[in-house]
């Protein structure tokens, strides 16, 4: 705090950094819930016949209105996953700081790479696409993980200093 009893820049870095990993973490754990739910989809939940052969958006629709619940919840979260993603990049864009950018922006792409496969998987079945969710998982999991390790607070540093 300033003499004036406003917040320094290094204490509003400090706090970015806190925010980013707080929404690193909901989306670590968020992952891991997915994750879970996809394995129960994959062996337990008989998609429906009728999403044979269906767009990808089409083929999404249709899971969240008509699919199993476990189906249903699994896609929800997974867009609700893009989400989170998308506010991991902001954070971190905010804090300026390149190596947190580069991993949050891989998350997301891998975010978005295992709901498009999902949607393929629910229109067609197909293990590749099953396959494509799971290892995209894997690699947003370690992002999220590696920037836990990476943003770390440090009071006292200035801006520019967190820029590194």
């Given at each position: 705090?300033?003499?004036?009893?406003?917040?320094?820049?290094?204490?509003?870095?400090a706090g970015r950094v806190r925010g980013l990993r707080a929404n690193s973490l909901a989306a670590?754990?968020?992952?891991?819930?997915e994750y879970g739910l996809g394995?129960?989809?994959n062996l337990y939940a008989?998609?429906?016949?009728?999403d044979q052969g269906k767009g990808t958006f089409v083929a999404f629709?249709?899971?969240?209105?008509?699919?199993?619940?476990?189906?249903?919840?699994?896609?929800?979260?997974?867009?609700?996953?893009?989400?989170?993603?998308?506010s991991v990049v902001v954070r971190a864009a905010l804090i300026r700081h390149a190596p947190l950018i580069v991993v949050g922006c891989v998350a997301l792409l891998a975010i978005l790479a295992a709901w498009l496969s999902g949607a393929?998987?629910?229109?067609?079945?197909?293990?590749?696409?099953?396959?494509?969710m799971a290892l995209a998982t894997g690699v947003a999991i370690v992002g999220y993980a590696a920037i836990l390790f990476i943003a770390v607070p440090t009071p006292g540093r200035s801006a520019t200093a967190s820029r590194t």
């Open positions: 705090m300033t003499a004036a009893g406003k917040p320094t820049i290094a204490a509003n870095v670590l754990v968020m992952l891991l819930v394995m129960w989809t008989k998609l429906p016949a009728a629709g249709d899971a969240v209105a008509h699919g199993p619940v476990g189906l249903a919840l699994h896609a929800l979260l997974g867009t609700l996953l893009i989400v989170t993603a998308a393929k998987f629910v229109g067609d079945a197909a293990n590749g696409a099953s396959f494509g």
